[in-house]
């Protein structure tokens, strides 16, 4: 069976073990039933997730153009704490700025590779700690913005990465500690304010990812200088699809790139 389509990020089912979904046009394909099978994947072209256009993909799955033009790329993405969108300010589109920023925010705790402190809207739970490759998860913090959210992960990130160590993720290695634990330590560097929206009594959440085998050593596969792959899926977790030989491919920062799939 083979399919051509522009990669999107992969969708996620939070069950036991988490489902994923690779969207490939008029076809959505069901990763987990993947795994155990040898899968040919092919680069064939560039198609900007913005314009559409054929052009070199630079970041997040848009072309050099869109990336600097788009709202979906502003820095306050990335950075949550440049958000402005409550002053009633914009960035690039402020009515798309509002409906993204002034909503609930989460701000939490997560072990992946090690702790690590994130943010993401309410509404992302659980698919950013998927995402991340988190095993588990724990909310320490709930605003009714995204400015807010992003001075508290500032703040925190002082005491703990606000980063994943991919590679430690992919081969199971990282750090396992105490999340609730962490949260009552931090609790009092958590900005003024900020401090009326902690949450005191939130239990972890608890992650299962579909892997028969973790790779031991790590190699990335990059489609623009290895356009032709074939291997056999051993399982997903995060965005990455791993393989029996060691190799990852990251669904996500793939997003942009027309590619065939064999299986």
């Known amino acids: 069976m083979k399919y051509i389509a522009v990669l999107r990020k992969m969708q996620t089912e939070l069950t036991n073990?988490?489902?994923?979904?690779?969207?490939?046009g008029s076809d959505f394909i069901n990763v987990n039933?993947?795994?155990?099978?040898?899968?040919?994947?092919?680069?064939?072209?560039?198609?900007?997730?913005?314009?559409?256009?054929d052009k070199k993909?630079?970041?997040?799955?848009?072309?050099?153009?869109?990336?600097y033009k788009l709202p979906q790329a502003g820095d306050w993405i990335m950075r949550p704490e440049l958000s402005k969108a409550h002053l009633g300010i914009a960035d690039r589109d402020l009515e798309y700025e509002k409906e993204m920023q002034l909503k609930p925010h989460v701000v939490y705790l997560a072990n992946s590779s090690n702790v690590k402190v994130g943010v993401t809207r309410k509404s992302q739970i659980p698919t950013r700690w998927i995402d991340q490759g988190a095993h588990e998860a724990l909310e320490i913090l709930e605003v009714p913005n995204r400015y807010l959210a992003g001075i508290a992960e500032v703040a925190l990130k002082e005491f703990v990465a606000d980063k994943t160590n991919w590679r430690k993720m992919l081969t199971n290695t990282g750090e396992d500690t105490d999340l609730s634990k962490w949260r009552d330590k931090l609790q009092k560097h958590l900005p003024k304010e900020t401090q009326a929206y902690f949450l005191e009594n939130n239990k972890e959440t608890h992650l299962e990812f579909p892997v028969q085998q973790y790779p031991t050593k790590i190699k990335s596969l990059n489609l623009e200088k290895t356009p032709y792959f074939k291997g056999k899926l051993t399982g997903v977790k995060g965005q990455y699809l791993l393989f029996e030989n060691g190799t990852v491919f990251n669904v996500r920062n793939n997003e942009g790139y027309v590619v065939s799939l064999s299986i």
Do not use: A, T, V, W
Not at 17 to 24: A, C, R
Not at 57 to 67: A, K, N, V
């Open 17 to 24: 073990p988490i489902q994923y979904y690779l969207n490939m």
């Open 33 to 53: 039933q993947l795994i155990g099978k040898e899968i040919e994947i092919s680069f064939e072209h560039f198609q900007c997730i913005g314009c559409g256009k």
């Open 57 to 67: 993909i630079f970041r997040q799955g848009y072309c050099y153009d869109c990336f």
